[in-house]
């Protein structure tokens, strides 16, 4: 009888290890619907906050241009003087004129600060759809690695209950049966430790949509590595060209060069005019006229344009700083990144079209050789794990691959496939 449940294992064991080889290409017929990465980012478009709160920011800094360049708001006075005969009223209306030039420097320097928020607004966008993409793509690989632990898990409770059988019959030894115990209690503990990251990762995704942090999120489609269509130095002129945090800096020099040359005019006065009438309260006078011409003298030039004008140089030699560094660190970030791409890319290829198949080749072999007594337990639960490991490197670097080509566009500012970045 205890024969019998022998040979009864190996055949699991051994049917079992086919099965589970092709079940994988099988198990996606009468699944759900998978969750789309396009989909969570338009939706992340619209409900995100950050990126609502770029966007009103970049609202509320357009509305300021018109205000800076109207004239100052005009001053009205009435005046009373009595109570002896020559009691009279008067009414004056007051209005300042900058110097020439003016206005229209405050304009541009406002113009220059809302073409500066609006390149935040478009970063923004860009980061946080990085960061939608890392998250989604944590999640699929979360979602593969629980399906692989679950498979292993059920190879390993035949394998253990093989092991008791041999041990029972004289066939094996009793530290087979306790390494394929603490194996199984190890796969236990990975598969808790998994649905764990899961939770959190899907707290990030609804952080980031702005749903509640325990909504249900489904499960990702399988990705396929996306092409890099651009050589590195074409992606280091994209850097250059059209990066959103490049463009920030670029339009903040443009500011400081607006603002600098707004600091120089200030040194030219402004200029007052007044106008009114003074009306005596005798019958027989008639109402008077009159105007007046002034002019804002800089008199404290020493210690107000002399330092605004510093300040703005130096804010303008700030600006320029900043764009240099901004600009090293852009043009490292995707350079970083295209060795990740090109890295996973080729472990992608060598894992996935030789060391898995030749994995699963040895473990069908040596559960052949195991139910013949060719092959001892442990190579056999070696090349279990093994190809464990293998089929988990293999999801961990396509994952890798779609998060450094996510983290590319954010730095270029533009999709490397057909689906948006990110919008105005």
């Not at 970063?123 to 629980?146: C, D, G, M, P, W």
């Not at 009438?277 to 804002?296: H, V, Y």
């Amino acid at each position: 009888m205890e024969v019998f449940q022998l040979q009864c294992s190996y055949l699991k064991i051994f049917v079992l290890g086919l099965w589970l080889s092709i079940i994988s290409g099988l198990s996606v017929l009468g699944a759900e619907t998978p969750l789309k990465v396009q989909t969570l980012v338009e939706e992340a478009f619209q409900r995100n906050p950050e990126i609502q709160t770029a966007r009103h920011r970049w609202e509320a800094t357009k509305a300021s241009i018109p205000q800076v360049q109207s004239l100052p708001d005009p001053v009205l006075g009435f005046g009373y003087r009595g109570p002896d005969i020559m009691r009279e009223g008067r009414f004056q209306i007051q209005q300042q004129f900058p110097f020439p030039g003016k206005l229209g420097l405050k304009g541009k320097v406002a113009s220059k600060a809302a073409d500066q928020v609006s390149k935040v607004y478009r970063a923004t966008q860009l980061r946080v759809i990085a960061q939608l993409k890392v998250a989604y793509f944590n999640l699929h690989f979360i979602h593969e690695s629980i399906e692989v632990v679950k498979k292993n898990l059920m190879i390993l409770k035949e394998l253990e209950k093989t092991a008791e059988v041999r041990y029972k019959v004289g066939k094996g030894i009793q530290q087979d049966v306790f390494r394929a115990q603490v194996e199984l209690s190890r796969e236990m503990e990975r598969l808790t430790s998994l649905k764990q990251e899961q939770q959190t990762v899907t707290a990030e995704l609804n952080r980031i949509l702005n749903r509640p942090p325990t909504a249900p999120m489904g499960k990702p489609e399988e990705p396929t590595l996306t092409p890099l269509p651009y050589s590195l130095e074409e992606l280091t002129s994209l850097v250059k060209q059209q990066s959103p945090l490049l463009q920030v800096q670029a339009h903040g020099i443009e500011k400081s060069q607006s603002s600098l040359a707004l600091a120089q005019r200030e040194y030219y006065p402004d200029f007052v005019v007044t106008l009114g009438t003074m009306q005596s309260f005798r019958s027989d006078e008639l109402t008077d006229a009159f105007g007046m011409f002034g002019i804002k003298i800089p008199l404290y030039y020493s210690t107000k344009q002399r330092y605004g004008e510093k300040e703005a140089l130096a804010n303008l030699e700030g600006a320029r700083k900043n764009y240099d560094a901004v600009l090293q660190n852009a043009v490292f970030r995707m350079k970083d990144n295209v060795v990740r791409v090109q890295r996973a890319a080729r472990l992608v290829k060598l894992i996935g079209g030789a060391i898995i198949p030749q994995a699963s080749l040895a473990l069908e072999s040596s559960m052949a050789g195991y139910g013949v007594g060719k092959v001892d337990f442990l190579t056999m639960l070696d090349n279990v794990l093994k190809l464990q490991q293998d089929e988990l490197d293999l999801h961990r670097q396509t994952t890798d691959h779609e998060i450094a080509i996510a983290r590319i566009e954010e730095v270029i500012g533009q999709p490397l496939h057909g689906n948006a970045v990110a919008k105005d």
